[in-house]
C-alpha cells in the first residue's frame, strides 16, 4: 500500500478471511467511505470470494460513487477510468476474475477435502490427544451430582474447564457406569 502511494494512516489492515462480507472493520470501512472517495484493496479476492458477492460489493461501492484500485489488477480500476468505457471495461473484467476466484475457492475446498480423506485413510489422527481423566474427578464428580459441589468448583480442582467435566461425566454414563 505505501508503494502504492496510500498514507500510513489511510491504510487499514484487516486480516479476516474475504469469504465473510460480515466482518466488523470491513463494515465500519464500508459505512465511512462516501462518493468521491476511493478504495485502494490488494486482491479482489478482499470483496469476497463469492462470485455474487464480489459483484454485488464492487456495485454497491460505485454507485456509492466510490472508486475502486485493485493493486494486482491494474484494469480494475475505477477511479481513473470513471467514464461509461472504463466502468464497462472494468466490470466485465471483474465478473471475469469473480468467477475465477469462486471457482478457485471450490477447487481449493475441494483439494482440502480430498487431502484429508487420504490422510484419514492412512490413519492420521486430527485434533489433540483426548486428556485422561485424573483418579479424583469419579469422585468429584459424584460429589457434583449429590449437589455438594458445582460443576466449575469439581473443574477449578482438577484443573480443566467445566465443559470438560461436563463431557467425561457424559461419556462414564455412556459406559454404563452411574455417577
Same mark, same amino acid.
Given at each position: 500500500m505505501k508503494k502504492a502511494g496510500i498514507l500510513l494512516e489511510h491504510i487499514i489492515c484487516e486480516k479476516e478471511s474475504g469469504r465473510d462480507m460480515d466482518r466488523p472493520i470491513?463494515?465500519?470501512?464500508?459505512?465511512?467511505?462516501? %462518493?468521491?472517495?476511493?478504495?485502494?484493496? #490488494?486482491?479482489?479476492? +478482499?470483496?469476497? +470470494?463469492?462470485?455474487? @458477492?464480489?459483484?454485488?460489493?464492487?456495485?454497491?461501492?460505485?454507485?456509492? *460513487?466510490? *472508486?475502486?484500485? /485493485?493493486l494486482d489488477m491494474p484494469i480494475l480500476n475505477t477511479a481513473k477510468d470513471r467514464d461509461l468505457t472504463g466502468r464497462l471495461i472494468s466490470d466485465i473484467v471483474l465478473q471475469l476474475l469473480s468467477y475465477?476466484? @469462486?471457482?478457485? $475457492? %471450490?477447487?481449493?475446498?475441494? $483439494?482440502?477435502?480430498? *487431502?484429508? %480423506? %487420504?490422510?484419514?485413510?492412512?490413519? /492420521?489422527?486430527? *485434533? $489433540? @490427544?483426548? #486428556?485422561? +481423566?485424573?483418579?479424583?474427578?469419579?469422585?468429584?464428580? +459424584?460429589r457434583v451430582e449429590a449437589g455438594e459441589m458445582s460443576v466449575r468448583g469439581a473443574a477449578m480442582r482438577l484443573g480443566v474447564s467445566h465443559t470438560t467435566v461436563c463431557r467425561w461425566a457424559r461419556e462414564f454414563r455412556k459406559e454404563g457406569a452411574e455417577v
Open positions: 470491513w463494515l465500519k470501512l464500508k459505512r465511512r467511505m462516501k %462518493a468521491g472517495d476511493t478504495m485502494t484493496i #490488494m486482491s479482489i479476492d +478482499r470483496l469476497g +470470494r463469492n462470485y455474487d @458477492e464480489i459483484l454485488k460489493t464492487w456495485r454497491e461501492l460505485t454507485e456509492k *460513487g466510490i *472508486g475502486i484500485v /485493485v475465477v476466484a @469462486e471457482t478457485e $475457492r %471450490a477447487f481449493i475446498k475441494k $483439494r482440502q477435502a480430498e *487431502g484429508i %480423506a %487420504a490422510a484419514k485413510a492412512r490413519g /492420521v489422527k486430527f *485434533g $489433540r @490427544e483426548p #486428556m485422561e +481423566r485424573p483418579p479424583e474427578w469419579e469422585t468429584l464428580c +459424584r
